[in-house]
């Protein structure tokens, strides 16, 4: 399961939920979802976590 900090309510380790993985420019990876509530929020990854979340359908690949 992947969390992310929502910056509107300030709650830490939110599941975030319609997970999108993309990659940056600069190679990283970034995690980009909403909590359920509307909130769009938005986390990076290491890249052995972000293929760990795609293989295991948390999120889907966006690049």
């Known amino acids: ?3 992310a900090y929502c910056m509107k309510t ?3 380790n939110v599941p975030l939920q319609e ?11 970034m995690a980009q ?3 359920g509530k509307g909130n769009k929020m938005t986390t990076m ?4 976590n972000a293929l760990e979340a795609v293989k ?3 999120a889907k690949k966006g690049w």
Do not use: C, F, H, P
Not at 19 to 29: C, E, L, P, Q, S
């Open 56 to 58: 295991n359908g948390v």
């Open 19 to 29: 997970a999108v993985i993309t990659k940056t420019t600069r190679g990283g990876y």
């Open 45 to 48: 990854l290491s890249e052995a």
């Open 33 to 35: 979802g909403n909590d």
């Open 10 to 12: 300030k709650e830490k």
């Open 1 to 3: 399961m992947l969390t």
